[in-house]
């Protein structure tokens, strides 16, 4: 895979990679982890389907939906009171493996909403990356079926989406919000995507990924996630996911409701 699509997993959990190779050895019918390797040499469109479980994508709109009532109701008027005193006009935000683009445009929607009450000169910067290319493009488009959207409230649904057959598609104000592009978490040559030309981020959501990496690979990725977040700026994790250790003093959990933190001063 890393020859041939330039997708490196050695990083990642082995009793995980596992389990994705032995859904594609079961569904080829191969009889071991051999046998499947002969039945890639001679099937080579079989390895896109290896790198689809293996970069598996499970996401909806307002995951984990009190995190973003969190954001919605308690960071976002403090960020934008922080930014007033400081005479700061801009906001950063990063989401770090973005998948097909459902939390991105969440968050694009929740500030969205909040700028049309305020009045701003705020400039909000979105930028949401992958390692999944399919997905980024998927992302791009805007486009998901119902199982994506069913935990939208019907108000934010009847005005930031359309429907289209059976697809929804996002509004393309808030599509336009987003700058989407290909960058992996262990990139040795970049601290932060190099579309953002630099960090500075007031909020970094990066939910759901460090589970599939060891611990090793874990601390090099939240110490690029600290050193990318500006004095004060909020760090999102998933539900099963805590700062690792050498880390756990440089963030503090904001509350006991949600994997929220915030990088110690």
Same mark, same amino acid.
């Given at each position: 895979m890393?020859?041939?699509? @330039?997708?490196?997993?050695?990083e990642?959990?082995?009793?995980?990679?596992?389990?994705r190779?032995?859904?594609?050895?079961?569904?080829?019918?191969?009889?071991?982890?051999?046998?499947?390797?002969?039945?890639?040499?001679h099937?080579?469109?079989? #390895?896109?389907?290896?790198?689809?479980?293996?970069?598996?994508?499970?996401?909806?709109?307002? =995951?984990?939906s009190?995190?973003?009532?969190?954001?919605?109701?308690?960071?976002?008027?403090? #960020?934008?009171?922080?930014?007033?005193?400081?005479?700061?006009?801009?906001? =950063?935000?990063?989401?770090?493996?973005?998948?097909?683009?459902?939390?991105?445009?969440?968050?694009?929607?929740?500030?969205n909403?909040?700028?049309?009450?305020?009045?701003?000169?705020?400039?909000?910067?979105?930028?949401?990356?992958?390692?999944?290319?399919?997905?980024?493009?998927?992302?791009?488009?805007?486009?998901?079926?119902?199982?994506?959207?069913?935990?939208?409230?019907?108000?934010?649904?009847?005005?930031?989406?359309t429907?289209?057959?059976?697809?929804?598609?996002?509004?393309?104000e808030?599509?336009?919000?987003?700058?989407?592009?290909?960058?992996?978490? #262990?990139?040795?040559?970049?601290?932060?995507?190099?579309?953002?030309i630099? @960090?500075?981020f007031?909020i970094?959501l990066?939910?759901?990924?460090?589970?599939?990496?060891?611990?090793?690979?874990?601390?090099?990725?939240?110490?690029?996630?600290?050193?990318?977040?500006?004095?004060?700026?909020? #760090?999102?994790?998933?539900?099963?996911e805590?700062?690792?250790?050498?880390?756990?003093?440089?963030?503090?959990?904001?509350?006991?409701?949600?994997?929220?933190?915030?990088?110690?001063?």
């Amino acid at each position: 895979m890393k020859e041939q699509r @330039g997708f490196d997993f050695t990083e990642y959990r082995t009793s995980m990679l596992e389990r994705r190779v032995q859904k594609r050895v079961y569904s080829t019918n191969c009889r071991n982890f051999d046998n499947y390797l002969e039945y890639l040499d001679h099937h080579p469109g079989e #390895l896109d389907n290896l790198i689809d479980v293996f970069t598996i994508n499970v996401s909806r709109f307002y =995951r984990n939906s009190l995190s973003f009532e969190y954001i919605s109701k308690i960071i976002i008027p403090e #960020l934008f009171l922080a930014k007033a005193k400081e005479n700061d006009n801009n906001l =950063r935000i990063w989401s770090a493996g973005c998948s097909f683009g459902e939390e991105p445009y969440s968050m694009a929607i929740i500030f969205n909403e909040f700028l049309r009450k305020e009045e701003t000169s705020i400039k909000l910067n979105i930028f949401a990356t992958d390692i999944d290319k399919k997905a980024l493009k998927r992302a791009s488009e805007g486009c998901y079926g119902f199982n994506s959207i069913e935990k939208i409230k019907f108000g934010i649904f009847k005005k930031f989406f359309t429907k289209e057959g059976e697809q929804f598609k996002i509004d393309p104000e808030i599509k336009k919000m987003v700058q989407f592009s290909f960058y992996d978490l #262990l990139d040795e040559k970049h601290i932060v995507p190099p579309e953002s030309i630099f @960090g500075s981020f007031d909020i970094i959501l990066c939910r759901n990924v460090l589970i599939y990496f060891n611990l090793d690979y874990q601390k090099i990725i939240f110490n690029k996630l600290y050193r990318s977040l500006n004095k004060n700026g909020y #760090l999102i994790l998933g539900e099963a996911e805590v700062p690792v250790e050498g880390f756990k003093h440089k963030f503090r959990r904001e509350n006991k409701c949600c994997k929220i933190y915030r990088k110690s001063s």
